[in-house]
């Protein structure tokens, strides 16, 4: 058996990071058996779903590098195989029109509210035929549910759980306008599409009791069932916006990694060992729904803003120059030097170790890419105060003699320079830090110099002494 798994989000938002997690487990169990992982939009509510979400959707997918196996499908497009399927059990007595009112129904809902138990529909209409239906009035088509016996699933995360037969109504396969209801949708959808394996929420726990009441009037084979425990705040209540349940664009423009965010999420109730670094590849050899715990899992920002940080570091300099090239371009206008881009490359094995984000990389980074003359902010005026131009003027004299331009010759060059003055070496790299930064923290005072080469070096020096006269 090939295994086929599938993520199925609606288009009404865009990609949460708890879907997220739920399309890297589908992703990473169809690879790690070496079968298909789908992906198919449920679009069926057409008042609340948009263009603009079900690209956002994709674009989450393909940012995580969660490409699905097949071209996405729409469940709106599929709209006549959930009527037909529905038709079939009408022909063959398994399902009923059901000709209740608004105002029925809204009483069965306050009978079971003054009696304490949850709201099912009574089956008043479930033996009744044509005959009794009043004139003009559109029906449901609801499915015969069984009554007596269990059902039971046996999950692969929640083990075996079982619901009495009696406790499932006989719930709507086609609204009074015709249209299928999502619980009939699904799982022709997952039907036709061969689906194996059901990979989502516990959320999802008791619709998949009635799920299965369908899959059995159709005769269909069962799909496994994995149903996995939802995502909670670092304070162990439900994950909200404040915790971080937020889109993963929302992440991307945040500045964090994709492969961070996978490997954190990866780890939101399942994990190796004490592995916290995972690959890809590691995950596709190691994971297995099976062993996704049954608790809930807790979402914390700090922890994947840490492991992003990691991440960064391990990137490659040029694949970060590219990605915070066009932050600095927002940050600067437009207005960056014509050797901007060669400069983040050299500069940036420096200036990654300082980074959690790749927003807070490209506001470290900005510096190098500025044209002159440079802003400076207040602490950095303040190291140009004093004798602070007098040391950069005559540290400026000695540069300008200097032909060996890289960090380790120049830094020999500062500490002579601060030992013949009689001053501390920071005296020196205080100033000159402000001079060609703008500020007063940086990546290593030399490593800058070598990157900024000598004439961006002594112009920019220039225009600080010059502000300063």
């Not at 009112?101 to 009696?115: D, F, I, T, V």
């Not at 709507?172 to 059901?198: F, S």
């Not at 004093?386 to 380790?408: E, V, Y």
């Amino acid at each position: 058996m090939t295994v086929v798994t599938r993520f199925a989000p609606s288009p009404t938002g865009f990609l949460h990071i708890g879907g997220a997690r739920t399309a890297l487990f589908n992703w990473l169990y169809s690879r790690h058996t070496g079968g298909k992982f789908l992906l198919r939009i449920e679009d069926t509510d057409r008042a609340r779903s948009t263009d603009e979400a079900t690209e956002a959707i994709i674009h989450g997918m393909r940012w995580l590098g969660l490409g699905a196996d097949e071209d996405p499908i729409s469940q709106y497009s599929r709209q006549q195989n959930h009527v037909d399927v529905a038709k079939k059990l009408l022909a063959e007595g398994k399902a009923y029109n059901c000709y209740c009112s608004p105002e029925e129904l809204s009483e069965m809902r306050e009978l079971a509210k003054s009696e304490g138990r949850p709201m099912r529909y009574d089956g008043r209409w479930r033996e009744r035929g044509p005959d009794d239906a009043p004139e003009g009035v559109s029906p449901v088509v609801r499915i015969k549910s069984e009554k007596s016996g269990t059902t039971t699933i046996s999950d692969m995360i929640q083990g075996d759980v079982s619901v009495k037969n009696a406790e499932i109504d006989d719930f709507v396969l086609l609204r009074a306008d015709g249209t299928p209801t999502y619980m009939l949708a699904v799982v022709v959808d997952d039907h036709d599409m061969d689906v194996t394996h059901v990979i989502r929420g516990d959320d999802h726990l008791t619709n998949t009791f009635r799920q299965i009441q369908l899959y059995k009037a159709m005769d269909w084979e069962l799909p496994v069932f994995a149903h996995m425990p939802l995502l909670h705040g670092a304070d162990g209540k439900k994950l909200s916006k404040r915790h971080g349940a937020l889109g993963v664009e929302a992440y991307e423009e945040m500045g964090f990694l994709p492969e961070a965010v996978c490997n954190y999420l990866l780890r939101l109730g399942w994990g190796h060992g004490d592995d916290e670094i995972i690959s890809k590849d590691q995950a596709i050899e190691w994971f297995d729904v099976a062993d996704v715990g049954k608790a809930a899992a807790r979402f914390d920002m700090d922890k994947l803003t840490s492991l992003n940080a990691h991440y960064i570091r391990e990137a490659g300099d040029e694949r970060l120059a590219q990605l915070v090239m066009p932050k600095i371009n927002e940050l600067l206008a437009g207005k960056v030097s014509n050797d901007a881009e060669n400069r983040l490359k050299k500069g940036m094995a420096g200036l990654k170790e300082r980074a959690k984000t790749i927003v807070e990389l490209s506001e470290n980074a900005a510096f190098y890419c500025q044209n002159r003359p440079l802003a400076m902010n207040d602490k950095a005026a303040k190291l140009l105060s004093g004798d602070g131009p007098d040391k950069l003027a005559g540290f400026r004299a000695i540069l300008a003699k200097t032909d060996d331009w890289d960090a380790s010759a120049l830094e020999e060059k500062a500490r002579a320079f601060s030992e013949n003055t009689g001053c501390k070496l920071g005296a020196v790299a205080g100033p000159l830090r402000a001079a060609l930064t703008g500020s007063n923290s940086s990546p290593g005072m030399f490593e800058v110099l070598e990157v900024l080469g000598k004439e961006e070096t002594l112009g920019r020096i220039d225009d600080a002494l010059n502000a300063h006269k």
